[in-house]
């Protein structure tokens, strides 16, 4: 099994022991211990889409220096209790389905997922991606409020964004 190495900058952490969440825009020791440049999360995906078990799917998650330095760790300190959180706890962002997520009303709707699929993939590989997706969470959330207040614009979007899936499966399983 081939595995992908994903970076992600936006995410989270959640202690196993008061619950306590760090994100990674707000929270302490999400630097690089080295040379103090932000720290990025990395998890691999396999190249068929699917790990063997959930646990390597879990032991593939670790903070990284996003300058590249070749610093990385797979525990953050929970800055209310203390407890090491290891990167089994670790968890990329959901951010960027907030607009499918308030068109479909489900999370796990299999479009919110594949648009997930793509952002973490295709996305997050390139630096026009990961520009789109800074831009994206700092202006996702007022579209998805302004989608909110307009039911039938939900109805118009969610064709789109079914379409959009279409493509990213098509591309995702060529035959
Ligand atoms: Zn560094
Ligand atoms: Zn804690």
Known sequence: MSVTQIQMQEWKAICPKCSHIQYSEKDNN???GNCNAPAIMTY???SNG????DEARRSW???????GCGWDCNSVKCSKCGTTIKGDYFQGSTKW?????ACFEDEDHPTVETLRYFRDTTLSASHLGRKFIAFYYVNGPKIANFVNRLPFLK???KPILNLMAKQIEKK????
Do not use: E
């Not at 389905?97 to 997520?101: D, I, K, L, M, R």
């Not at 995702?172 to 035959?175: M, T």
């Open 50 to 53: 699917r790990w063997t078990s």
């Open 44 to 46: 691999g995906k396999p």
């Open 97 to 101: 389905c907030f607009v499918a997520t």
């Open 61 to 67: 998650r670790q903070l990284q220096c996003s300058k």
């Open 30 to 32: 999400t630097f690089c």
């Open 155 to 157: 109805q118009m979007i």
């Open 172 to 175: 995702k399983n060529p035959s």
